[in-house]
Nanobody, 123 residues
Framework: VQLQASGGGLVQAGGSLRLSCAAS????????MGWFRQAPGKEREFVAA????????YYVDSVKGRFTISRDNAKNTVYLQMNSLKPEDTAVYYC?????????????????WGQGTQVTVSS
């Protein structure tokens, strides 16, 4: 599975962005999908994940109520809608795929990674 993330950019605090992650290869719907982020000087951290069917989602507390993860298996794409953005959301955002269909919050549980897309939120 190859993953291509896009949609990052520069936005003012309170604004919105929608990230997309397009997957190539077979059996996209067998993978749980996650979004992670990494700020300068910090470890990569879990943001959100969705199960293979899209029926279950999970978020880190700091983005609950502001971010929404979703997937379209017909388009082999997962999305991260980010609203009410804050300067502390500034990071490189990565999408990742985990075999087996169910999500996990740990970085080393994911099998494939996209290249990352920069999100910068100005105050």
């Amino acid at each position: 599975v190859q993953l291509q993330a896009s949609g990052g950019g520069l936005v003012q605090a309170g604004g919105s962005l929608r990230l997309s992650c397009a997957a190539s290869g077979r059996s996209f719907n067998r993978y749980a999908m996650g979004w992670f982020r990494q700020a300068p000087g910090k470890e990569r951290e879990f943001v959100a994940a969705v199960t293979w069917s899209g029926s279950t989602t999970y978020y880190v507390d700091s983005v609950k109520g502001r971010f929404t993860i979703s997937r379209d298996n017909a388009k082999n794409t997962v999305y991260l809608q980010m609203n009410s953005l804050k300067p502390e959301d500034t990071a490189v955002y990565y999408c990742a795929a985990r075999g087996g269909g169910y999500y996990d919050t740990r970085v080393n549980e994911y099998d494939y990674w996209g290249q990352g897309t920069q999100v910068t939120v100005s105050s």
